[in-house]
Each structure stands twice: as C-alpha cells, then as structure tokens.
C-alpha cells in the first residue's frame, strides 16, 4: 500500500543546522528592522487621518493631468493608479478636521481637467479615530499574545514553551511588517487582521511540534533532547508541508483573483504563512534546543547532559494525558521497530 | 440507541438546522434589489439573516463623536449616549432608507451605517440638527380634512427633514401645520406648539391600564402649568408628542394633567422603552462631530464581491481536490466536513445577524486553515498507524485519539485569543475575532466528530481498507 506522498519519510538532523536558520532569520529579522526604521511604514489614512477618494474617468486621464489639476488648487496628494481601469486613488494625508472639504476640493480640482468622472470610494478618516484604533489594535493583540504564553506554559509545563512559541510568532508578523515596510505597501486596517491571522496560524504550527515533543518524551525517557526535537520535526514534516502547502496555495488563488480590495490583504497573509511553515519546522525547535541547553532546561525535557540522569522512572509532569479524551492514549510506551532515532 | 446512532443524530441535526438557518439569508438574497429596499422600508427585512459589510457591498459609514466637553447636566456619560444614539435614529429614521444600524463605539462613539448610500451629505445634515420636541393637539376638523385631502394629491408634501415643502405649505390654511407620523401618514396639528421639550423634567417606563407597558414623563413648574391649560382645554382630543417634526404617537386626552401623566396605548415594552427614551431625549446632549466617513459605490462594493467569491469559491475547490487526490477516499471524507463547516459557520452566523466584513473574511480563512489542519494531523497520524501494520478499526482510534492533543490544544490557544481580541479590539479586530471565535468552534466539530462519525458508519460495513 502505497501513498501518495510528496515528501518521503525524512530523518534530517534539523536541530545541528540550527545555527544556519538562526543565521537566516537574524538576517530577515535585521533587514526587516532596517526597513522599518529607514524606509519606515507606508501608513493608510486609517492610521494617519486623512482623505482618500478613488475616482474613475470616463476617458483616458493621464496621471500628469490630475497631478497638475491638484497642485494648481493648491492640493498636496498622493496618487496611485488602477492599471487598466482608467482609475485613480487621491491621497491626502494628515490632520482634517471638516469632514467633507478635502473631497470638495479635491473633486472640484478634478472638474478642471474637463474629463468626466466617477466618484467611486470616499474615505474621511479624523485625527483622532486612527490613534485610537491603533492602539486598541495593539492592546487586544498583547493581552492575546500574553494569555496564549500562560496557556501554552500551562499545557506544556514551562513557560519557555509558551514564550517560544511567541519568539516564532513575533518573527513570521515581523517578517511581514519588513516586508510591507520594504515595499512601501499600505497599512490599514484590514492589514491588522492580516497580522493576527498569520500569528494564530504561527501558533497553530508551534503547538502542533511542541505536543509531538510532548508525547515522545512520554514514548522515550531516554532519549536526549536533540533527538526528542529531531525526531519530533521529522514526524510532522509531511503534515506541516501539506498543511501549508494547501493553505499557501489557497491565499495565493485569493491573491491573483480575488480583486484590488483583498490583493495587499492576501499578500500579508502569503508571506506571513510562508514564514510561518519555516518557524515551524526549523526555528522553534531550534531555539528550544538553545534555551535548554544553556542549562534552562524544562521540567519536563531532559537536556542532554541531564538525559541520563532522568531516565524516566517517575511520571514526568508534562507527559501528563489531559481530560478524559486522551486517557484512552495514555500509553504503554509502543514498541516501535521502524522508528528512526538519530 | 448505540453510540452511533447518537453521533448521527446529532450530526443530521445540525445539518437540518444549518439549512434552516440559511434559507432566509438564501431567500433574502435572491430577491432583486428593489424587492428588498422595499421590504426595508417597511421594516419587513428578517431578522436572523447574513448580513454584508459596507466594505463589502457599498454605502456610507459614519462614526460620530461626542463632544462630552460640552455636556451638562447631571447625567452620566451612558445615559447622554443612550440618548444621542437614540436622537441620532430618529433623525436618520426621517431618511426613510430602512433598518439603518446604529451602535455605540467605545466610550463616545456612534458608528451609522448607511447601506447603499452613495451621497450621504443628506443624512449628514440631518444629524448636526438640534432636536426638537413639541406637543401639539391633532385637528379633527373638516378643514383639517380637506386639506390632507388636497395635500394627497402632491407627489411628497415633505422635505426630508421633515417640514413641509414650499409648494404644500401654500395649501394650508392658517392656524394648521401638517406633519408626518412614523408610518408617514399625514396628521393635521395645530400650528403652534403649547409645550416644548424644554418644559418636560423626565420619562419613564411604567404600567398603565390592564397591565400594558406605558410611559409615565414629569414636567418642570412652567410646563406643568402650559400643560395643565392645554390639556383641560382640549379634553378628549389627540395629543401629539412631535420629535424633529415627526409625529411619534397621539394618545386622547382623558384628564387634566399638570406637572405629570401618563401616555397609554398598546405599546409593547420595547415601544414603550424607546418613547420614553424618545420623550427624555429630547436635543442632543451635547453636539456630535462625524469623525471617520467612508463612503463606497454600490458598483466598486459589487466587483469587489464579485472577484472576492470567486476566488474564494476557486481556492475552496483546490484544497477540496487536493485532499482527495492526496488522501484519496479519506481525503473526499475531510471534504465533505470542510463544506459541511462552511454551511454551518455561515449558519451561525446568520443565526447571530453577524455582518461579514473583509476583516471577516480573514477569521474564516485562519479558521478553514485549521480545519484543514485538523483532517491533515488525523489523516497523517492514520498512515503512520497503517505503516505499523495495524488492523482499520484501529488505524482510525488511534489516528484520531493522538490527532486530539494537538488538535485541542492549538484550537483552544487560538480561540482564548481570539476571545480577548473580541473582548477589547475595536471594529475590525472585532469583526475578524467574532468569525474566528465561530469559525474554530464549528471547525473542531466538523474535522474531529463529523468525520469521525463517517468513519465509524462505514466501518460498520467491515471493509478491509480505506484509502488514506
């Protein structure tokens, strides 16, 4: 009986290539940082307040046109073009405090260019609104980030886990933010609900590692933490392939299809998936091996100068089957002949 | 009944229920656009129905603010709330557009949402007016008559705040002003209101006759003694209580009444609830400043709706297509649960009136991804299970019992999240948190139990092997 399988079974020493995807992200997280703090963050009006109108012509219109119309009725704007739709977006950032003005000015400018047009989308955002949003944005994210590393620590019974479990988290929304930051892509709101998508799917993945760990140190009190994490990855390679595969391939549909509104959206979510998958399967266990070998090492893990020591002879706590669901598997340590160990 | 049979139950159950709970957004849905402006109108829109964002299908959203520097009095901050909320829907209710929905926001926010409104500088306008509330008599008379009468004739005799326009007000007589009720039938007044708002001290709820709701109102020292005058006066007559030149209701007059009364009707407790909220609000407690407008085109909301489903409905059948060809029967299985997730999750939906914004939208995705994860972590455990040689019955115990953990505990971290993000995000973090909070909810009970329900009925038939 054979599958189909895109990935056959693997036995990759992923943990002694740590330092090389340390190397990697550190490189990704540092770029990403530069671009923030260099090129900074291409805000929407939805953070900075501000008039937004998109317009279409009837005929053609030449960006030069609109350009010159504004600036002769002394508007100062950003113009963007919808290619192939004869449409613009007029931009004007900053404090407004009258809510109809800007777009008054901005269409009586329009009116000069003695093209007829469309007023399709109008967006007035106040001064204060954008703050605001932002920073309740912000909060409801930290207290979510937070009661997830008190949960993941409670399950995992360390705290490390949880906060690990954050680290990747933080790398695949950060990564994004360089990215968008390096492209000078919009961030509006809908961006913020792109960000939490990318970090539950983050977390997703983590847990899904950590509760292998979980149960093969139940399976295998012997072994040392590198092999306990190595075979852990290697395990549920094919599920995190196939699991980020369709959903990445499922995003990118959405990006190339689905229309102006969800194309910066979807791309968020691409490339924070795409980095999701990666922490997964490389860098968290990676930074778990680190962290307990530097002596943290978790209750519940042996580290490898203390494997031999605890050789298993009392129940560890975090092998500990949770509710009545899982008591039917809370085994009987199998016998497993085509286990590879490394 | 074995345990199989429950498992079933419960499935067909929600199944028949979700159906159920989607036919009228379905029925909704079909109608043409005209049909359903004009159900709006009449208030006929059902009420457990999928709702679209603005984002999502064009008109004008409006957030307001007050400017509680300028409140006075000694009321607190959430009863001046309550009180423009309900001013600012009876303001925009003289619009005539329908269902409009009107919410608080934080501490001193409104958010308006005016569907299908391209040019919403109307309502705007009539938001910054000051309210006003007036008691007139009704006039039964046969001039009063004749000239509603005469005023029928007219296309619309009103402008929209309201007043009558300059071409009706030339057909009434002296001594008269007509004005429109709730329901937009005329009513003849007199011309000059006895008692304001400004006489009246306060209003609320209480029970009158035969145990119906009514609404008891206080009136100040001057009012009370205008009030006393115009009502022994005018005994057995209409009284009518007038908000911004609306007519809300005209009880009969039945005593004198001084410095306090009671309005009696049939009202039910919400009627009665939202009068006396009415009768107390009176103008706005202080003056609301829109803050945020977005205004969207009907066309660009439907071309977004558009190439946003299709692709949508393309990405659906990919993974559909891949589950099956990678995990062959038992990926047609994990399938099956991911449509049956989306019925449901849109079921319940409807079921709570949610309104599916773009933000939304990403809650249903990060909660499909998951589901999908669920039926790969289930169907990739199964396989290491048929590797060890193991018998069917137990290739699909085990696959799903070591499935469990990970699958509970990554569901359950996201959604303690996404609780907290509902609880204290605003607006969109809002929306996406509320289609995630359902979305994981539905999306363990599809990819664990629903097919674990499949696998169990099958494997009654004792079959040697199920792909996977």
Excluded: C
């Excluded at chain 2, 423009?84 to 269902?99: C, L």
């Excluded at chain 2, 605003?426 to 359902?438: D, I, N, S």
């Amino acid at each position: 009986m054979s599958y189909f399988r895109i990935f056959p079974k693997t036995n990759t020493d992923f943990i002694g290539l740590r330092k090389v995807f340390f190397i990697i992200s550190g490189i990704l997280m540092l770029a990403s940082l530069t671009s923030v703090i260099f090129k900074g963050m291409n805000y929407g009006i939805d953070f900075t307040g501000g008039t937004v109108m998109q317009v279409q012509f009837q005929d053609t219109m030449d960006i030069q046109n609109i350009r010159t119309a504004l600036t002769d009725s002394g508007i100062k704007a950003d113009i963007q073009t919808f290619v192939g739709r004869n449409a613009f977006a007029i931009k004007v950032k900053g404090s407004q405090d009258n809510v109809n003005e800007v777009a008054r000015n901005i269409e009586a400018a329009l009116q000069k260019t003695n093209v007829p047009f469309n007023v399709e989308q109008t967006d007035f955002v106040g001064p204060t609104v954008g703050s605001h949003l932002a920073k309740k944005a912000v909060m409801a994210f930290v207290l979510a980030m937070a009661a997830m590393v008190i949960y993941i620590g409670f399950r995992f019974q360390n705290i490390i886990w949880g906060a690990m479990a954050v680290a990747a988290l933080f790398h695949d929304v950060f990564l994004t933010i360089g990215v968008f930051s390096f492209l000078q892509l919009e961030v509006d709101l809908v961006i913020v609900a792109a960000l939490l998508t990318i970090a539950g799917f983050s977390v997703n993945g983590t847990i899904v590692i950590f509760d292998r760990v979980r149960e093969n140190i139940g399976l295998h009190p012997k072994w040392t933490i590198k092999e306990l994490l190595n075979a852990s990855i290697n395990e549920t390679l094919s599920r995190t392939i196939i699991t980020s595969f369709t959903v990445i391939v499922a995003t990118a549909i959405i990006y190339f299809i689905g229309g102006a509104v969800l194309k910066n959206f979807s791309f968020a979510i691409l490339v924070g998936l795409t980095s999701g998958a990666y922490t997964t399967m490389v860098l968290v266990p990676g930074l778990v091996y680190q962290w307990t070998k530097g002596g943290n090492y978790s209750i519940g893990l042996a580290s490898d100068e203390s494997a031999n020591k605890a050789s298993g002879n009392e129940p560890r706590p975090s092998v500990k089957a949770e509710g009545e669901k899982q008591s039917s598997y809370k085994r009987k340590p199998r016998r497993n002949k085509n286990k590879q160990n490394n | 009944m074995n345990k199989l049979a429950i498992k079933w139950t419960i499935v067909i159950i929600a199944i028949f229920g979700a159906v159920a709970l989607l036919y009228p957004s379905y029925e909704w849905y079909s109608k043409t656009t005209a049909e359903r402006e004009k159900l709006e109108a009449s208030g006929d829109r059902p009420k457990r129905i999928l709702n679209l964002g603005l984002d999502l299908r064009g008109g004008s959203s409006l957030l307001l603010e007050l400017d509680v520097s300028k409140l006075t009095g000694n009321e607190s901050l959430n009863e001046s709330m309550q009180r423009a909320i309900e001013i600012v829907r009876n303001r925009i209710d003289q619009y005539g557009v329908g269902e409009i929905p009107i919410t608080r926001q934080g501490e001193k926010w409104i958010s308006v949402q005016l569907p299908g409104i391209a040019n919403p500088e109307q309502a705007e306008a009539l938001i910054g007016k000051t309210a006003m509330l007036e008691f007139r008599i009704v006039k039964t008379d046969n001039e009063a008559q004749e000239t509603i009468n005469k005023l029928m004739e007219l296309d619309n005799p009103f402008n929209p705040d309201g007043t009558l326009t300059e071409q009706a007000a030339a057909l009434v007589p002296a001594g008269l002003t007509v004005m429109k009720d709730k329901q937009g039938f005329m009513v003849p007044l007199t011309d000059t209101a006895a008692v304001t708002g400004a006489d009246l001290e306060d209003a609320r709820v209480s029970t009158g006759e035969y145990g119906y709701p009514a609404v008891s109102f206080q009136l100040n020292g001057d009012g009370a003694k205008k009030f006393g005058n115009l009502t022994s006066a005018n005994m057995k007559k209409d009284l009518a209580i007038i908000l911004d030149n609306t007519v809300q209701s005209h009880p009969t007059i039945q005593a004198r009444i001084s410095n306090s009364g009671q309005i009696t009707g049939r009202f039910t407790m919400e009627e009665a609830r939202q009068l006396a909220i009415v009768l107390r609000a009176g103008a706005l407690p202080a003056p609301v400043n829109i803050i945020e407008k977005r205004t969207i085109g009907p066309g660009l909301g439907e071309d977004s709706i558009k190439s946003g489903v299709k692709a949508s409905i393309i990405a659906f059948i990919f993974i559909v297509v891949f589950m099956s060809i990678y995990y062959r029967f038992s990926g047609i299985i994990a399938s099956v649960a991911l449509v049956l997730n989306l019925l449901f999750l849109l079921a319940l939906m409807a079921y709570f009136s949610a309104t599916l914004t773009l933000p939304g939208i990403a809650g249903i995705i990060l909660s499909l991804a998951m589901a999908v994860d669920a039926n790969v972590l289930i169907l990739e455990r199964m396989r290491e299970e048929k590797d060890k040689g193991q018998p069917l019955p137990l290739v699909i115990k085990e696959g799903y019992a070591k499935a469990w953990s990970a699958i509970f505990d990554s569901n359950l971290t996201t959604w303690i999240a996404s609780l907290l993000l509902f609880q204290f995000g605003t607006g969109p973090v809002k929306g996406f948190a509320l289609t995630l909070t359902l979305g994981l909810f539905v999306g363990v009970f599809t990819s664990v139990f629903v097919t674990r329900a499949i696998y169990d009925l099958i494997l009654t038939a004792n079959p040697k092997e199920i792909s996977i």
